[in-house]
Every structure is written in C-alpha cells, then in structure tokens.
C-alpha cells in the first residue's frame, strides 16, 4: 500500500502585484503548542495568514487502549475507561456500563439510575465550564476566565472526591449499577453546589457574552453547515450549535432522561460563537435535570443484587451501546465469546469523529483562528488517540 | 422498520446484491446484515439516500482468524471383520476473515443502530474493501483507523494513510496474531534478555 506523500516543498505562487515573489508556508502546529490541548499536530499550509490547507496529524498518545482492554476482563477495563476522556471520566464509565448491561441484559436498581444521572450531569457541567475557560484562554483572555471556570470545577471535583474518592479518575459504575452509595451529607452538599452554579454562569454571561472582542473573534468563524454535521456524523454540542436537533438523551432515552423536563438548545449558525453559547444553554437545562433528580432520589439497592462481578461471563453476541457525553455520542462496542474477555472492543471516540471537519472549518481562516475553531469543538487528547 | 423488510427492499431495488442477516444471540438484539462487497456500496448508498439512514455513527473492524473446528463424529468401520462404531474426529477449517462494521443511524426516523458488515476474502491478500467514505464522510477517519490497526484496504478512500501509527511501520496491532517486534523498547534501559534480542537488531556498521 503507497503512502500518499505530504507534500514537503510548497509550491512557489504567482508572483504578486508589485512583482515580489510569494511563497506558501507549511507550518507544523503542535504538537507541543499549548492551545493543542494535549499533544496534536496540525500541518498547516499557510498563504500570507491564510490556511490553504490543514492536515491533522494524530496517534502521539496512542497506546491502542482497545487491544489492552482486550486483554482483560469486562470489570478490569472499567478504571481503564476513566482515562479515555480525562475531564469526564464518570460518563465514560456510564457509556461503557451501559454497553455490557445491553450485552449481557443487566438490570440497573432506580436509585443506582438516579445517582448515575446526578454525576453524569455534574460531569457535563464540570466538562462545559472548563471548555469555555480554555476557550477564552486560547483566545487571550489571559487568566480571569479559566479561574472563575476551574473555581466552579473545582467545587464539583469536590464532591467527586467525596462520593468515589478520586477527583478525576472515578471509577464509579459498576455493571448494573454504581460502585458505592451517597455518604452522609453528600446530597445536601451536592444540592448546594447545584442551587449556586446559575449565579456562576449568570456571572460568567455577563462577564464575556457581549463582548467586543470575543464577538469579533468568533461570530461568523469556523462555520459547519447542518449537511455536513450530519454527513460526518458529528455529534453533541457541536452537532446542536449547527442546529441538527439531535440529542442522545432525548433520542434513546436511555437510563431515566424520559422523567426530566429538560429542552435540547439549538445553534442557528454554526460557528465558534455558537458553539461556545451552546454551552451555557446546556449548562443550564443540566442544572434543571439536577434539581429534579435530586429532588426525586429514591432510596433503595445501588446494584443489581443477582448481579455477580466474580467470574462475569456474558453470552456470545454483541451490542452497541451509547451515551450523550459532554463531548458527543460516545459509544462501546462489544463483542463477547462467552468467556471472561471481550473478543472485541471499540470505543467510538467522539473527540476523533469530530475532527473529521476540522480542516473544512479551517480553510480560508487567519492561522490565530484556527485555535479558536480547535478549542470550540472540544476535544481531549486522550480519548482522540486512545 | 425491521431488519428484513430492509432486506427485502434491499434486495428489489440493488440487482444482485447478496445479504444475509446475522442473527445476535445477545439480549441487546442488535442484528446486522452482511453485505458482499461487490454491491456494498450500491447497498450504502441506497440506505443514505432511500432508507434515512443519514447518520453513520461507528466504523471499525473485527479480526477473525481462521480457526479449527473439530467434531466427534461416529463412524461405523470394520475391525477384524467385525463391524464396530468408532468415534473419530473430524476436523473442518473455517477460514479467517476481516470484517468491518457500520452502525447507521437514520436521524429522522430516530431508529438504529443498525450494523452493516463487509468481510474481505482472506486476511492476506484479498483484504480489500470499497470504501464507504463518499457515502457517508463519517467513515474518513475511522476506515484510516481500520486500515492501520487491521490492515484492511479501502479502495476509493481519498486519503489512505496510517492514523495512530507511524508511517513507517509496518504491521496491524489489532490483528489477533500481533506480536510485538523483539526489538520493541520496553522500557529506556533494556536488560537481561530483552536486551539481547535488541541488540540482534541493532546495526554494527559505523559502530564506533
């Protein structure tokens, strides 16, 4: 198999009006530039500071997680899950949980569901409100916003601790339910953190929404018409800013989200603004589905009582399992043979498919922009590599 | 609309195209339909542009290896001119294969998934498959990602190129018969024997 070749030598263009000789510039970006977000390449071909053509460059934090993950048993990847996505690992575990549970037909108790929705939608909050500060951070609001955004993670990360024990690394789901039950307080505790964070968002609104600058950067930016968001099957927010009103919670209603009254928010345009507006709206129906379950827990089992880890051996069959993850569809793909390992894992990483457009977002773009259209479709380094 | 009145309007509307439902003994229930890979993309487009199935949301591959079935089987014989039953055991090969699932989605209609299987003559020679990608330009990054790790080949792919790995290696880590090169750097100080397969590979030429 021939390897097309990158171009190394950039073509000399025409020469311009007063007769100067121009030149294209490729560029590499990455995979140590700090906006990247981990360790990503982009080979830019730049005309003046104009992109002409954008070639991502992945695999620096491959460590083919799917064949480790089948050397193991079903339970034994589950903390290996957390590190797909790191900033959202409890909806990792969740989408992970939920493909084995349709695989092997596990039941999941009620309040094990509730508890799942409560840290699924802490997680989508931690997630939104750190990806609008790294946003701004990208785009030279040095400081300010990434901190008043980490504060409110911070008091999420919090409550993690408390419940799992880790901060990041959760580990929470277990088949057919969760790991460990709410200690003393922790509702109560929870139920605060969630009453404030509109003041937080109302704070942060008022803070850059209207802004001069950030319009000027972002409106009209990196725009992904709905055909093509559909057509690379991109997915979550960055689907829903483009306005395809499709959201995996309301779709497959999986788990319990057909109690909660919650809206989907839709984008009109489809560029950076959008996609970073997106985000509040989200933020605040997730605040709206927290103050229902929390209002509406019910006390009872956390796992499935005929449910046994031990020597777990699911039937021979497959199933496809998927959750709406802050960052979009995440799927697993599981094949089993009857015996202890999977035969076949697949993570469907969201990060990775939604960079199938990058570069149809980026051309035409001054190069500072391109970091600003990088940041918005949000991507973490460890689930695009895997 | 379930899987074989898809099948049926498969079959009247794309001449010739061979399907076969897999039946997913599995409580997810989640049976797929095997296409050949002549038709797999007349079949492709007709679900994009008829059926609704707009959305392809998971592209990967599987690794079947060809394996041994052996079964006991009586077979009635005659010893010392006394006719006895005999177990002997009769051994079939199946050949191996690879496979790539689609998971469609129609957005529309909210229904799915339904998985899409193509499976190449042999994990060889004949490893190759049509491309989907101009049907549903999700399949760009993922069917690069099959044909690293599986080593499938995608013909009509616009960009064919390795995705995780580098370009210079050569092999497919998520074939089932992987082994890790012996020269394979486990740790930044070899030893003991990992040390010495290495150093069968290291060049002595311009060793100073």
Partial sequence: MSVTAYPTTPPILEPAADGSETQLLEISMGPQHPSTHGVFRMNVVLDGERVVKLKPVFGYLHRNHE?????????????????????????????????????????????????????????????????????????????????????????????????????????????????????????????????EFPRFLDEYENLLVGNEILMERTQGIGVLSPELAIDSAISGPMARASGVNYDIRKVDNYSIYSRFSFRVPLGSHGDVYDRYMIRFLEMRESVKILNEAMRDIPAGPIVDPKMRIRGFRPKPGEAYGRIESPKGELGFYLISDGSTNPYRYRVRPPSLINLTVLEDLCLGVNVADVVAILGSIDIVLGEVDR | ????????????????????????????????????????????????????????????????PAKELSEKVKVKKIVDGVETEIDEVSKTMIPGCLEVVYHLFSMSEKIGPLPLRMRTQDRAEGVHLPSLTPVWRSAELQEREVFDLFGVVFDGHPDLRRLLMWDEFEDHPMRRDYVNPDDYEYEPTAHDDVLQRANQHRSTVGER
């Fill in chain 1, 67 to 195: 064949k480790i993950a089948e050397n193991e048993t079903y339970l034994g990847s589950m903390p290996y899950t957390d590190r797909l996505d790191y900033i959202c690992s409890i909806t990792n575990n969740w989408a992970y949980a939920l493909a084995v549970e349709k695989l092997a037909g596990i039941q999941v108790p009620e309040r094990a569901e509730y508890l799942r929705v409560i840290t699924g939608e802490l997680t989508r909050l931690q997630n939104h409100a750190s990806l609008i500060g790294f946003l701004l951070q990208d785009m030279g609001s040095s400081g300010t916003p990434l901190m008043y955004a980490f504060r409110e993670r911070e008091n999420i990360l919090d409550l993690f601790e408390a419940l799992t024990g880790s901060r990041m690394m959760c580990n929470y789901m277990r088949f057919g339910g969760c790991r460990v039950d709410t200690p003393a307080g922790w509702l109560e505790q929870a139920q605060k953190v969630v009453t």
């Fill in chain 2, 1 to 64: 609309m379930d899987l074989e009145t898809i099948k049926s309007t498969l079959e009247a509307n794309v001449p010739d195209c061979r399907l076969e439902v897999i039946v997913n003994p599995s409580p997810s229930g989640q049976h797929s339909l095997l296409v050949d890979a002549e038709h797999a993309f007349a079949v492709a487009s007709f679900l994009r542009s008829s059926a609704g199935f707009n959305y392809c949301s998971n592209v990967t591959g599987i690794d079947w």
